[in-house]
Every structure is written in C-alpha cells, then in structure tokens.
C-alpha cells in the first residue's frame, strides 16, 4: 500500500492537531526562565552601580561643602570694626590697642576656636556671639555657632570623619612696619610696630559611610584677611 508524503499544509495541521508535548513546555519554560532571571540579574548590577554612584557623588558633594564653609568662614577670623585703633598711639607713653579678636586657640586635631566682630557699633570686646570654631565630634565635623553651641555640619549617615581627620597647620609671618614710621623705626627694636600675617593650610580626611574603603582627603591653604598689629612707631 502507497502512502502520500507529508506536504507542509499536512504538517501544520498535524500540529495544530498534537500541540505541544510536556517536555517541549518544560523546555520553552526553563528557556524563558533563564532570560528573565538574566535580565533581572542586569537590572539588579545597574540599580546597585547607580545607589553607589549617587552615595559616592553626594560624599564628595557634602566634604567639598564642608571644606568650603571652613575656608570661607576662617578667612573672617580677627576682624575688628576700630582696627585703626592697633596702629595708632597717642602721647610719647602710649601704645596700640591690641586686637580683641586675634586669638586662634586649638590649632590641633581635636579642632580650632576663633572669633571676629559682629557688633553694628563697635564694642571692642569679643562677646559670646563673636565666637567661632570647628571641631569632630562622634564621626561629624561640627561648628561653633557663636551662643548657640556646637552644630554638625556633616550627616555621619554620608561621610564620617576620624578623630584626628581635621588638621590645620599654621603658617605666620611677622613683617616690619617700622620703616613707614614718620621717625624710622629699625626692626628689631622694642615695640616697633609689625603686621603678622597668618595663613593655615587646612586638611579634612573623611570615609564614606556607605563604602567605608572610600577615602577622600581634601587640603587647602586659608589666608586671613585681618593682619594682627602690634607696637606704635616711636615719638
């Protein structure tokens, strides 16, 4: 008995008449399976490169911010409203008056004090409002805002700063006034008058409190506007 070969059109209704078996299901769904889990696998890598770049990006952010408010803040330090006051001296026995702003205290790890003029009219004594500084404190750079205390400035939830990760390191230097003097006063001389130029150079080390590898260390060199004057040219 001759059979007829299968054409295509008595194929596909074979096909449409068997479907599919159970392994070909098995194998179509093991086969989607695999891709969805590879795709999820993708999306899972680039939402976890994504929260690390945003940490990463808002730590650099919040330590350059830190370090701009200390840069910007400490050139203000030793301001005072009647600095005329500390170059000039009436009567063969008088002298300058000194500064009432010109202390720098701390200078260390554990931070730095300072202070400048605030008064509308000008008192010539540093109040509790006049009163500046930073320090680290339980992981968080904190600022002296003058009778209101210590505030942090960083979150520890985004960087954390060591102990010893805020360093100021002083650089001054005494220049002579005396040769503007109407009567010439050589350097060297008691009481000659002198401007003392003070610059620091400030470091700020903090790590990332997502990935506590990332370290980042920041340094600058701060120049104080209010030159601290000494001494009164001779009668």
């Known amino acids: ?5 299968m054409t295509a059109s008595r194929s596909r209704r074979w096909w449409s008449r068997h479907g599919l078996s159970l392994v070909e299901l098995m194998v179509g769904i093991a086969v989607g399976l695999l891709v969805v889990a590879g795709a999820l696998s ?11 770049l945003l940490a990463d990006a808002r730590f650099n952010q919040d330590l ?5 408010l200390i840069t910007r803040d400490l ?3 030793g301001y005072w409203g009647n600095a005329i006051q500390g170059t000039q001296a009436v009567g063969a026995t008088s002298s300058t008056t000194p500064n009432p702003y010109s202390a720098f205290t701390g200078e260390n790890a554990s931070g730095f004090t300072y202070g400048f003029s605030r008064d509308s009219t000008e008192n010539n004594s540093l109040d509790s ?10 992981g968080a750079l904190q600022m002296q805002r003058d009778s209101e205390g210590w505030q942090d400035v960083t979150d520890v939830k985004v960087l954390r700063v060591a102990d010893d990760g805020l360093v100021i390191t002083p650089a001054v230097s005494v220049l002579p006034l005396g040769h503007l003097c109407p009567k010439i006063c050589n350097a060297g001389t008691p009481d000659c008058p002198t401007a003392t130029v003070r610059s620091y150079g400030v470091t700020l080390t ?18 104080l506007r209010n030159d601290q004057l000494s001494g009164r040219c001779p009668a």
Not at 64 to 68: C, L, Q, S
Not at 129 to 138: A, K, L, M, P, V
Not at 206 to 223: E, H
């Open 1 to 5: 008995m001759l059979t007829r070969p």
């Open 42 to 52: 993708i999306s899972a890598r680039n939402l976890a490169n994504s929260h690390r």
């Open 64 to 68: 350059r911010a830190a370090m701009d």
């Open 75 to 77: 050139r203000r330090a």
């Open 129 to 138: 409002n006049e009163q500046f500084g930073f320090r680290i404190h339980s």
């Open 206 to 223: 903090a790590s990332s409190a997502a990935d506590t590898t990332l370290t980042r260390t920041l340094r600058t060199a701060v120049r």
